[in-house]
Antibody
Framework: QVQLQESGPGLVKPSETLSLTCVVSGYSISRGYYWGWMRQPPGKGLDWIGSIYHGGTTSYNPSLKSRVTISVDTSKNQISLNLSSVTAADTAVYYC????????????WGQGTLVTVSS | QSALTQPASVSGSPGQSITISCTGTSSDVGGYKYVSWYQQHPGKAPKLIIYDVSEWPSGVSNRFSGSKSGNTASLTISGLQAEDEADYYCCSYAGSSTFVFGGGTKVTVL
């Protein structure tokens, strides 16, 4: 059973960089599949942030591209998210997920982690 | 890359069928057979219930069904049950390995 677990600081100051990790268990990232990050501001809908393949190929939401970096560490079986120059608008629950069959959908999700941007 | 358009809310009585629409453009919904749907209960992570427009993941009830016509995809829930009360999100592939979600629809079981 594939499981994903996000972790990172729950509070980040404005203008700083938000950094999260997602540890994957039950599946070796090096075997393949794309992996993605999504976020959900409180009371609002889901937004796709970006995706990464085990080899490191990335794709990002155009609206966040200038501030986002997603990376993969196959030795630790984890993916990471960095979002720079954060503002209150970046306050959200952040989810990592696996892109499933055909890389067209997100079939396994972490439970999410709330990140609040505030001084 | 604009969010897909979903109705804010849909309601129905137990046993009834309801349909949620998801409207995009020819660059996303209309351009690919890669629409997926997610169910999200309060405080929980989203759960995949339909992928590739009309395919079921293993273990998902066939009371959920999906379809697409032009730039609009639809999710139908048949035999509505109390446990179906949740938020539902559509998501479409938008080319160049990018994705776009809908704004979400709150389903209420009356």
């Amino acid at each position: 059973q594939v499981q994903l677990q996000e972790s990172g600081p729950g509070l980040v100051k404005p203008s700083e960089t938000l950094s999260l990790t997602c540890v994957v268990s039950g599946y070796s990232i090096s075997r393949g599949y794309y992996w993605g990050w999504m976020r959900q501001p409180p009371g609002k809908g889901l937004d796709w942030i970006g995706s990464i393949y085990h080899g490191g190929t990335t794709s990002y939401n155009p609206s966040l591209k200038s501030r986002v970096t997603i990376s993969v560490d196959t030795s630790k079986n984890q993916i990471s998210l960095n979002l720079s120059s954060v503002t209150a608008a970046d306050t959200a629950v952040y989810y990592c997920a696996r892109l499933g069959s055909g890389s067209t959908n997100f079939d396994y999700w972490g439970q999410g982690t709330l990140v609040t941007v505030s001084s | 890359q604009s969010a897909l358009t979903q109705p804010a809310s849909v309601s129905g009585s137990p046993g009834q069928s309801i349909t949620i629409s998801c409207t995009g453009t020819s660059s996303d919904v209309g351009g690919y057979k890669y629409v997926s749907w997610y169910q999200q209960h309060p405080g929980k992570a989203p759960k995949l219930i339909i992928y590739d427009v009309s395919e079921w993941p293993s273990g998902v009830s066939n009371r959920f069904s999906g379809s697409k016509s032009g730039n609009t995809a639809s999710l139908t829930i048949s035999g509505l049950q109390a446990e179906d009360e949740a938020d539902y999100y559509c998501c479409s592939y938008a080319g160049s390995s990018t994705f776009v979600f809908g704004g979400g629809t709150k389903v209420t079981v009356l």
